[in-house]
T-cell receptor, first 114, second 113 residues
Framework: NAGVMQNPRHLVRRRGQEARLRCSPMKGHSHVYWYRQLPEEGLKFMVYLQKENIIDESGMPKERFSAEFPKEGPSILRIQQVVRGDSAAYFC????????????FGQGTRLTVV | DQQVKQNSPSLSVQEGRISILNCDYTNSMFDYFLWYKKYPAEGPTFLISISSIKDKNEDGRFTVFLNKSAKHLSLHIVPSQPGDSAVYFCAASDTGTASKLTFGTGTRLQVTL
């Protein structure tokens, strides 16, 4: 029973490029959460999705960031026109309920913008 | 606006002794609190939690204490072991927005031999 799978584990992008981060939830989980951890900071909530729906995107930057969780396939966090300040670790978590307190975290994707 | 604060960035404790990690919060709506442990290059793993209706929860070597009036919680690890060396994050949630967690900045615990 695999845990939450994130790929890639490391991603390097030049300024202005697009970054796509993937998250496959645990089997049987239909709720996905994305968090970002900037250097020397704690994890900050970005978005909560259920299959095909964005439920809470209160933590998402207004521009360049988008997330989806299609009926089939992994959840995708997409960052357009990346800037150096986007360099961070991005963690995905999943749960079988809509309670983030019951979510399991993936190993994260470390994005470096050069 | 840091609603969950961990004021000690690091802590060093000798093996076998007690480790005490502290966390303060400002949002009165928080009613559920969790501690996570994180190793380098890995995601956070759940350690222990406590509801605001309790003031203590124990699980093996780990105990979490909650002081609602002071908006303070602490994690006690007794006895500390070298494998406990990691970054510990305090997180909080309220039932109104149960989908998301608010994390502190973490405390790096080093357990020395």
């Amino acid at each position: 029973n695999a845990g939450v799978m994130q790929n890639p584990r490391h991603l390097v992008r030049r300024r202005g490029q697009e970054a796509r981060l993937r998250c496959s939830p645990m089997k049987g989980h239909s709720h996905v959460y994305w968090y970002r951890q900037l250097p020397e900071e704690g994890l900050k909530f970005m978005v909560y999705l259920q299959k095909e729906n964005i439920i809470d995107e209160s933590g998402m930057p207004k521009e360049r960031f988008s997330a989806e969780f299609p009926k089939e396939g992994p959840s995708i966090l997409r960052i357009q026109q990346v800037v150096r300040g986007d360099s961070a670790a991005y963690f995905c978590a999943s749960s079988s309920t809509g309670r983030g307190t019951e979510a399991f975290f993936g190993q994260g994707t470390r994005l470096t913008v050069v | 606006d840091q609603q969950v604060k961990q004021n000690s960035p690091s802590l060093s404790v000798q093996e076998g002794r007690i480790s005490i990690l502290n966390c303060d919060y400002t949002n009165s709506m928080f009613d559920y609190f969790l501690w996570y442990k994180k190793y380098p290059a890995e995601g956070p793993t759940f350690l222990i939690s406590i509801s605001s209706i309790k003031d203590k929860n124990e699980d093996g070597r780990f105990t979490v204490f909650l002081n609602k009036s002071a908006k303070h919680l602490s994690l006690h690890i007794v006895p500390s072991q070298p494998g406990d060396s990691a970054v510990y994050f305090c997180a909080a949630s309220d039932t109104g927005t149960a989908s998301k967690l608010t994390f502190g900045t973490g405390t790096r615990l080093q357990v020395t031999l």
